[in-house]
């Protein structure tokens, strides 16, 4: 079962990633819409990360 959900997560990911590539090169409203989604939830990633890294906020280096 795990391997199956993981699975379905890469497919995902996969998917997004071609539809940024594609809207980068001018696809249907729909790739660009997925594109946004995908780039955002990357941002949020990286946003989450960062907190759970530095959880006061403050920059040590």
């Known amino acids: 079962m795990l391997v199956l959900a993981l699975s ?3 497919i995902l990911v996969i ?12 696809g249907p409203r729909w790739v660009r819409a997925v594109s946004t989604a995908t780039l955002a939830a990357g941002e949020a990633a990286r946003l989450v ?13």
């Open 8 to 10: 379905g997560i890469l």
């Open 15 to 26: 998917g997004g990633c071609v539809c940024v590539w594609w809207a980068a090169r001018g």
């Open 49 to 61: 990360s960062r907190v759970e890294r530095n959880p006061d906020g403050r920059d040590d280096g």
